[in-house]
């Protein structure tokens, strides 16, 4: 059974910190395509991250670069999710998500992921 799971969430004044955590099982982690996506209240889910885990290749939405950085630990099948200078519009909830094929780059974050976790919520309040 494929499993992403994530933690790390919460309440965070503006300008604080927050690491986002997923675990990973239950698929094929060394070589895939793995990233987070956010929802925000009445707003579409969007790409935040993601890191292609086969040829090391990262892509982050331009809201964020500079201020997130993602990082992977394949032994530990673990994706993490640094979230430094944070700003209201960062809240929303969280999702880790995964492609269940290996070596297919960033594509899987444009065009879709296969796995979904059940989200963290993130508050950052002005």
């Known amino acids: 059974e494929v499993q992403l799971v994530e933690s790390g969430g919460g309440l965070v004044q503006a300008g604080g910190s927050l690491r986002l955590s997923c675990a990973a099982s239950?698929?094929?982690?060394?070589?895939?395509?793995i990233g987070w996506f956010r929802q925000a209240p009445g707003k579409e889910r969007e790409g935040v991250s993601c890191i292609s885990s086969g040829d090391g290749r990262i892509y982050y939405a331009d809201s964020v670069k500079g201020r997130f950085t993602i990082s992977s630990d394949n032994a530990k099948k673990m994706v993490y999710l640094q979230m430094n200078s944070l700003k209201s519009e960062d809240t929303a909830v969280y999702y880790c998500?995964?492609?269940?094929?290996?070596?297919?780059?960033?594509?899987?974050?444009?065009?879709?992921?296969?796995?979904w976790g059940k989200g963290t919520l993130v508050n950052v309040s002005s």
């Open positions: 239950g698929f094929s982690f060394g070589g895939s395509t």
């Open positions: 998500a995964a492609d269940r094929y290996t070596d297919s780059g960033l594509r899987p974050c444009y065009y879709g992921m296969d796995y």
